[in-house]
C-alpha cells in the first residue's frame, strides 16, 4: 500500500504552488519521504500537467474540481493546502498532517489568519511556495498536535440562557 | 406724506419682528431635532442593551431567523443549528438570491433532523444580494439600500424573536431592519452575531457594523475579545 500526498488549491487557482510542488527537487523528496502517489486539485489553474507515471512507480494524477473532497482527502497521508480557512479546516478535521502553504501575491489575504493560527498553536506547517521544499525535508508530522473540532453545544446553551429559556 | 411714511416707519417694525420670529422659530425646530435625535440614541440603545429580550416563554418555542450566506458561512452556520435546543420551533432562512448551493444544503440538514419531535418547520426566503466580493464601497452602499428596503417588509412580516448571523453581508440590512422594528415598539428581536472561525485577529465588514447593531456579539478567537470588549468569548465553537 502506498502513500499518498494530495495537494488542493481551493475554489481558484494557485499555480505556484502546483508547479512548486511538481519539480524534480520536490518530488525527489516526496519518493524519499516514501510517498508514491501524487493527486493534485488545480482549480482554475492553467498549468498543463497530465496524469503520468514514472520508471520508479510514482504516480501523479490531476482534476479541477470535485464536488466534495472528502473522498481525496480520506485516502491522503498528507496534505498540501493553500492557506484558506475552508481547505485547512476540512483536512485538519480528516486528521490529517498538512502543510498550509501561502499565497504571497494576495497579500493582506485575511483566509491566512486562520492557517497562522492553527500553526502558532502546532496543529499544521506553514510555507510559502520558495521554502516548501525545505519545509518538506525538516519537518516532524508526529510533533503536529490533533485537531479537536469546536463546540457549538457550548454556543446552544449560552444562547438558552441568554434568550431566559430552559 | 402720510401713507408713504406710515409705511417707512412700520418696515423696519415689521422686518425686526418676522426676524425675530424666524430665529425663534429655528431655534425650536433645532432644539426639538436635538431632543429627538437623543430620544433615538437613548432608545436605540435601550433596544440592543438587550432590555428588549423576548421575555414571555411562549408555549409552541421561539422563532428564528437565520441569515445563511455562501460557502464557509454556511457550514459553519449549520453546525451551530446542529446543536440548538428544540425551542426553536420556527426557522426562517434568509438568503442571498445568487446562492442555490446553500439552499440545497439548508434543506438537506432539516431532512436530515427530521424525527418525531424534533422536526421543526421551516421555510426559505430570498433577497438580493447587498454586497459582492469586491464590489467597491460607493456602489455597495447603493444595493444596500436596495436590499434593505427588500427586506423591511419581509422582517415586519415573519418578527422573528431571534435572528442569528454570521457575516454574509446580507445581515447587515436585515439585522438593521430588526432595530428598526425595536426602535417603534413592534417587535423586540435579540440580534445575535457569531463572527467567523477564520477571523482569529480582525472583525469582517460586516463584524465591524454589527458589533454596533448586535444584542449577542460572540468571537471565537480571544485576541478578538481583548480589541472589542464588548465582544462575548465561547472558545472555538465550530
New interface residues.
Partial sequence: MGRCVFVTVG?TSFDELISSVTTEENITILQDLGYDKLVLQIGRGTTTLKPYSTTSEFTVDVFRYKPSLAEDLKKADLVISHAG??SC?EALEEGKPLIAVVNENLMSN??N??A??LYKDGHLYYCTCRTLGTTLKTMDLSALKRYE????????????K????N | MTSQNQEALSCPALLHLSGSGMQDCALSVGFGFLVAVLLLGIRTRWVLR?YA???S?KKDG?SLLVVAGS??HT?EML??L????T?YSTKYYVLAETDTMSEERIRSFERSKVTGIEKSMYSIHHIPRSREVRQSWSSSLLTSIKSTLHCLPLTVRLRP??ILCNGPGTCVPICLCALLLGIIGMKNI?V?Y?E???????L?LTGRILYYFSN?F?V??PLLKEKYPKS?Y?????
Fill in positions: 475554489t480557512a475552508g479546516l485575511h483566509q489568519e486562520l497562522m493560527q473540532p469546536g463546540h457549538p453545544e457550548i454556543f446552544a446553551s449560552f444562547l438558552d441568554a434568550l431566559g429559556l | 438587550g429580550r423576548p421575555r416563554r421561539l460557502g464557509g457550514t453546525r451551530l446542529g446543536k440548538l435546543s425551542q424573536d431571534v435579540t445575535v457569531v467567523s472561525i477564520c477571523r482569529v485577529e480582525s469582517s449577542l460572540i471565537q478567537w462575548i465561547l472558545g472555538r465553537l465550530v
